[in-house]
């Protein structure tokens, strides 16, 4: 009796677990590291049309079909996602919660599979019908699918004990399995159950010293009967050596396709030179913010490279005037974020080839959309030049602006030079004071920013004014209604004399499409040759939205066809670069030796608690350095150190400027000149006794003896701020 009862109790507690397994998914991603997601983050995430592996029966008129097999590499990992398509032919209601799909290897390891939270809710399949429910586990950096052993599995409690299963069947994934469409077929993407066909349109690519920048055209066609909206997804480019490399997607900002409608997706990126062109694939990824994961949806072989004919970017070509003869050079044409508007801008090259000086012509043109449509343009000198000596050469940009929803297939800059005549009442007609020297021919889809890929630098070599552009890091600032977003920008000059840095204008992207206009932190001083200014590129996010594949835009501000000068308000920007974000670091360290806090350092020690009749002090010792040859912007950022008692009687803090590290003035070795308090202030150094307090004599009755307390360090901006070190310590025992 006591045998049965214990197997009935048990029974009872495996039924309560099953349904908590089968209704409440998101508690799974939060066992795996995860936390609960803001609202309204969970998205539904795309399926594609994979091929099926193999069926397993339940009985003659009902089965299971394993189908869209994939898998994806991740940071240390493989995610694997598949969808049981379940077909229920017979006469009553099958409960899929009966049921579950088990995943192991041949080799025997079992691993867990848990149900994308969109499917969690699918249970009761009617009779005479179909539902497809979607899966994904982790699995390590040595399986492949091939490895793969899907068994379906009934929940049944006649069985032994230890398992309470009984196995259905199982599917092996076959060895020549592929999930990746050949080159020329299309693949159907489900978006909200809605079947939209993709098709690699053609490839087009170009070419530097450095890295190759192609430019996939991907056709979506919704062969549906409704409208769908094409999610945020993330797409990159795959080489035959596992190589990832992120592309920007251009036109897909809040992108609907109607039935039976297609759109051209202009796909853009960079790619190593050193890297092998042959095999590449764009893989297709959605970010599950709710799972800290990104799950495949689709890959594409990618054809052969297209021809760019009829493209003038890269050609030269010659005119002639009154001073003699000149080579033109279009070199880039791009399409630029601007406000509520699109900037046009056009980059050449004039050259000298004679062997006289020659003057800088009085140019002028526009642009000219699809042969029809005329876009004025203002000419913009980037290099700091008077005349062409022989064989030299100078910078320009043209630039115009037009609607940000503007579509056009080609641009042709019309490159004239005024001849100085006039109206009769004194006035200059730009339209008949000016005559044509060259046309130049560009297409849409090569308007491309260049991308760099994290760790990347970007040089521009303007006379002059020559600096390289480098992304460090990524920072969150947690606030209470929104957070903010960082960039921190490494901006060398690579100048041989001391140089200003050129006011810039940026703009963050996210994978969505969306734009966001960046605040950029002045260094107003001179850098040195060789030396280095860190500028911190901000902006303002929902709380919780999610950053993953955003890049950053920036160019040098430009003012009435002048280069911003410093009390100047921009009114456009040329030169630009766009550069991936890396993902942001959020491990939170558990000592506080060696805080990097860029250009500083900071370690703490000797921290020790004293509490009396006046309230309660923190007392510690620190070390502060300073990397001399970074030149920094710190306003806005502040050190908070906090006192958090674990019973939560008692919390205070101290907040420490960042722009008040230098002390006020620094001598050659860096070291504070003026008078400071180092019981106040943090200041470049080694220093004893820095003190937090709190005053309240009724703090001696808080404090708990057996407890301790938790000092938190926060690196703050604007008044948001981000947990980077913490330690719990005994109160009245000293802690290294």
Same mark, same amino acid.
């Given at each position: 009796?006591?045998?049965?009862?214990?197997?009935?109790?048990?029974?009872?507690?495996?039924?309560?677990?099953?349904?908590?397994?089968?209704?409440?998914?998101?508690?799974?991603?939060?066992?795996?590291?995860?936390?609960?997601?803001?609202?309204?983050?969970?998205?539904?995430?795309?399926?594609?049309?994979?091929?099926?592996?193999?069926?397993?029966?339940?009985?003659?008129?009902?089965?299971?079909?394993? !189908?869209?097999?994939?898998?994806?590499?991740?940071?240390?990992?493989?995610?694997?996602?598949?969808?049981?398509?379940?077909?229920?032919?017979?006469?009553?209601?099958?409960?899929?919660?009966?049921?579950?799909?088990?995943?192991?290897?041949?080799?025997?390891?079992?691993?867990?599979?848990?149900?994308?939270?969109?499917?969690?809710?699918?249970?009761?399949?009617?009779?005479?019908?179909?539902?497809?429910?979607?899966?994904?586990?982790?699995?390590?950096?040595?399986?492949?699918?091939?490895?793969?052993?899907?068994?379906?599995?009934?929940?049944?409690?006649?069985?032994?004990?230890?398992?309470?299963?009984?196995?259905?069947?199982?599917?092996?994934?076959?060895?020549?399995?592929?999930?990746?469409?050949?080159?020329?077929?299309?693949?159907?993407?489900?978006?909200?159950?809605?079947?939209?066909?993709?098709?690699?349109?053609?490839?087009?690519?170009?070419?530097?010293?450095?890295?190759?920048?192609?430019?996939?055209?991907?056709?979506?066609?919704?062969?549906?009967?409704?409208?769908?909206?094409?999610?945020?997804?993330?797409?990159?480019?795959?080489?035959?050596?596992?190589?990832?490399?992120?592309?920007?997607?251009?036109?897909?900002?809040?992108?609907?396709?109607?039935?039976?409608?297609?759109?051209?997706?202009?796909?853009?990126?960079?790619?190593?030179?050193?890297?092998?062109?042959?095999?590449?694939?764009?893989?297709?990824?959605?970010?599950?913010?709710?799972?800290?994961?990104?799950?495949?949806?689709?890959?594409?072989?990618?054809?052969?490279?297209?021809?760019?004919?009829?493209?003038?970017?890269?050609?030269?070509?010659?005119?002639?005037?009154?001073?003699?003869?000149?080579?033109?050079?279009?070199?880039?044409?791009?399409?630029?974020?601007?406000?509520?508007?699109?900037?046009?801008?056009?980059?050449?090259?004039?050259?000298?080839?004679?062997?006289?000086?020659?003057?800088?012509?009085?140019?002028?043109?526009?642009?000219?959309?699809?042969?029809?449509?005329?876009?004025?343009?203002?000419?913009?000198?980037?290099?700091?030049?008077?005349?062409?000596?022989?064989?030299?050469?100078?910078?320009?940009?043209?630039?115009?602006?037009?609607?940000?929803?503007?579509?056009?297939?080609?641009?042709?800059?019309?490159?004239?030079?005024?001849?100085?005549?006039?109206?009769?009442?004194?006035?200059?007609?730009?339209?008949?004071?000016?005559?044509?020297?060259?046309?130049?021919?560009?297409?849409?889809?090569?308007?491309?920013?260049?991308?760099?890929?994290?760790?990347?630098?970007?040089?521009?070599?303007?006379?002059?004014?020559?600096?390289?552009?480098?992304?460090?890091?990524?920072?969150?600032?947690?606030?209470?209604?929104?957070?903010?977003?960082?960039?921190?920008?490494?901006?060398?000059?690579? #100048?041989?004399?001391?140089?200003?840095?050129?006011?810039?204008?940026?703009?963050?992207?996210?994978?969505?499409?969306?734009?966001?206009?960046?605040?950029?932190? #002045?260094?107003?001083?001179?850098?040195?040759?060789?030396?280095?200014?860190?500028?911190?590129?901000?902006?303002?996010?929902?709380?919780?939205?999610?950053?993953?594949?955003?890049?950053?835009?920036?160019?040098?501000?430009?003012?009435?066809?002048?280069?911003?000068?410093?009390?100047?308000?921009?009114?456009?920007?040329?030169?630009?670069?766009?550069?991936?974000?890396?993902?942001?670091?959020?491990?939170?360290?558990?000592?506080?030796?060696?805080?990097?806090?860029?250009?500083?350092?900071?370690?703490?020690?000797?921290?020790?608690?004293?509490?009396?009749?006046?309230?309660?002090?923190?007392?510690?010792?620190?070390?502060?350095?300073?990397?001399?040859?970074?030149?920094?912007?710190?306003?806005?950022?502040?050190?908070?150190?906090?006192?958090?008692?674990?019973?939560?009687?008692? !919390?205070?803090?101290?907040?420490?400027?960042?722009?008040?590290?230098?002390?006020?003035?620094?001598?050659?070795?860096?070291?504070?000149?003026?008078?400071?308090?180092?019981?106040?202030?943090?200041?470049?150094?080694?220093?004893?006794?820095?003190?937090?307090?709190?005053?309240?004599?009724?703090?001696?009755?808080?404090?708990?003896?057996?407890?301790?307390?938790?000092?938190?360090?926060?690196?703050?901006?604007?008044?948001?701020?981000?947990?980077?070190?913490?330690?719990?310590?005994?109160?009245?025992?000293?802690?290294?």
């Amino acid at each position: 009796m006591n045998s049965k009862r214990k197997r009935y109790k048990t029974c009872i507690v495996l039924l309560a677990a099953v349904l908590a397994f089968g209704s409440a998914l998101p508690a799974f991603a939060a066992e795996s590291g995860g936390t609960t997601p803001p609202s309204g983050t969970t998205a539904t995430v795309s399926t594609g049309t994979a091929p099926a592996i193999g069926k397993v029966a339940l009985n003659a008129t009902s089965y299971f079909e394993l !189908k869209n097999v994939v898998m994806m590499p991740e940071q240390g990992n493989k995610t694997v996602t598949f969808t049981v398509g379940v077909h229920n032919g017979g006469t009553t209601d099958l409960q899929f919660i009966d049921y579950w799909p088990r995943l192991r290897t041949k080799s025997g390891n079992q691993i867990s599979v848990r149900v994308l939270p969109q499917d969690k809710d699918k249970n009761r399949i009617p009779a005479k019908s179909s539902q497809d429910i979607s899966f994904y586990a982790t699995v390590n950096e040595s399986t492949d699918l091939k490895d793969l052993i899907f068994e379906i599995i009934k929940w049944d409690f006649s069985m032994p004990e230890a398992d309470f299963v009984r196995k259905i069947g199982d599917v092996s994934v076959p060895d020549d399995y592929s999930v990746v469409t050949q080159a020329g077929q299309a693949h159907t993407i489900q978006m909200a159950s809605n079947p939209v066909k993709g098709t690699i349109k053609k490839v087009l690519m170009s070419k530097n010293e450095k890295n190759y920048t192609p430019t996939v055209v991907l056709n979506l066609e919704n062969v549906g009967s409704k409208s769908v909206a094409v999610p945020g997804y993330q797409y990159l480019l795959r080489t035959s050596e596992g190589y990832m490399y992120p592309l920007d997607a251009k036109t897909v900002k809040d992108l609907t396709l109607n039935p039976q409608t297609n759109k051209d997706i202009d796909l853009t990126g960079s790619v190593p030179v050193s890297v092998s062109t042959e095999g590449w694939q764009l893989v297709i990824v959605q970010n599950a913010q709710d799972l800290k994961l990104n799950l495949p949806i689709a890959f594409f072989a990618l054809p052969a490279v297209s021809d760019t004919d009829g493209v003038d970017t890269g050609k030269a070509f010659s005119f002639t005037n009154k001073a003699g003869t000149y080579t033109a050079q279009l070199n880039t044409v791009q399409r630029l974020p601007w406000e509520d508007q699109d900037i046009l801008t056009a980059g050449f090259t004039l050259s000298n080839k004679g062997p006289e000086a020659l003057p800088i012509p009085d140019l002028t043109g526009y642009f000219k959309l699809d042969d029809n449509v005329k876009v004025e343009a203002k000419l913009v000198r980037t290099d700091n030049v008077i005349g062409l000596a022989p064989n030299a050469e100078a910078q320009f940009q043209f630039i115009g602006k037009i609607p940000y929803t503007s579509q056009f297939g080609k641009v042709k800059l019309v490159l004239q030079e005024k001849t100085g005549s006039g109206s009769s009442d004194g006035k200059t007609d730009q339209q008949t004071a000016a005559s044509d020297l060259l046309e130049f021919v560009h297409r849409s889809e090569l308007m491309n920013i260049p991308y760099n890929n994290f760790g990347e630098t970007y040089k521009v070599t303007n006379v002059g004014r020559s600096v390289s552009y480098k992304v460090r890091s990524v920072t969150t600032y947690a606030g209470d209604t929104a957070d903010t977003y960082t960039a921190l920008l490494e901006v060398g000059n690579l #100048e041989t004399r001391a140089s200003d840095i050129s006011k810039l204008v940026g703009y963050f992207k996210t994978a969505q499409g969306r734009y966001y206009p960046a605040s950029i932190s #002045e260094v107003k001083s001179k850098i040195s040759p060789d030396g280095k200014a860190l500028l911190l590129l901000s902006t303002n996010i929902a709380k919780g939205f999610p950053t993953s594949g955003m890049s950053v835009i920036i160019g040098e501000a430009v003012t009435e066809g002048k280069l911003t000068e410093a009390d100047k308000k921009p009114d456009a920007y040329v030169n630009a670069a766009a550069y991936w974000l890396p993902q942001e670091e959020f491990t939170v360290k558990k000592d506080f030796k060696n805080i990097d806090l860029v250009p500083y350092q900071l370690s703490l020690s000797n921290i020790r608690s004293i509490i009396d009749q006046q309230g309660v002090k923190l007392k510690l010792d620190y070390e502060l350095t300073k990397d001399l040859m970074l030149t920094t912007n710190m306003e806005g950022r502040k050190l908070i150190l906090e006192l958090d008692d674990a019973d939560r009687k008692i !919390k205070f803090n101290k907040e420490f400027d960042f722009k008040d590290f230098d002390g006020g003035s620094t001598d050659k070795q860096g070291t504070a000149s003026g008078k400071l308090d180092p019981k106040d202030k943090i200041f470049i150094g080694k220093h004893k006794d820095l003190e937090l307090q709190a005053d309240d004599k009724n703090l001696i009755f808080e404090v708990s003896y057996v407890k301790k307390f938790k000092l938190n360090l926060y690196d703050s901006f604007q008044g948001q701020k981000k947990l980077i070190a913490t330690k719990e310590v005994e109160w009245f025992i000293t802690t290294e």
